[in-house]
């Protein structure tokens, strides 16, 4: 059984930073990961992902130069650090993953690519707010 389970979210004060983890159990992240986010009353927003392979990494703009992601050298936990939030960062926040390749800047920006992910965590609050 693959399960995906993020951990590291919560509240923080705008300005302040975040990691993100996602541990992998029954599977290895070979070929890419992802991170997505939702906030209130909006839909899944692509956030970040990360080749495998190549370590070739796509951020959504509104995160470039804020958000890092990453993995460990076991390739079980991706990582999403997260600097410098904004209160518009507010979002339930999941990683995602998949057994066969996919292509991050697809699974990312195109509407509804990211339904053929097969494997999601079931995501991680983090709340910006004074």
């Known amino acids: 059984q693959v399960l995906l389970v993020e951990s590291g979210g919560g509240l923080v004060q705008p300005g302040g930073s975040l990691r993100l983890s996602c541990a992998a159990s029954?599977?290895?992240?070979?070929?890419?990961v992802a991170w997505f986010r939702q906030a209130p009353g909006k839909g899944r927003e692509g956030v970040s992902c990360?080749?495998?392979?190549?370590?070739?990494?796509y951020y959504a703009d509104s995160v470039k130069g804020r958000f890092a992601i990453s993995r460990d050298d076991a390739k079980k936990t991706a990582f999403l650090q997260m600097n410098d939030l904004k209160p518009e960062d507010t979002a339930v926040y999941y990683c995602?993953?998949?057994?066969?390749?996919?292509?991050?800047?697809?699974?990312?920006?195109?509407?509804?690519?990211?339904?053929?992910?097969?494997?999601w965590g079931r995501g991680a609050q983090v709340t910006v707010s004074a």
């Open positions: 995602a993953a998949d057994r066969y390749p996919f292509p991050c800047q697809v699974a990312l920006t195109t509407p509804n690519a990211d339904r053929a992910l097969e494997y």
């Open positions: 029954g599977f290895t992240f070979d070929y890419a």
């Open positions: 990360l080749h495998i392979s190549d370590g070739t990494t």
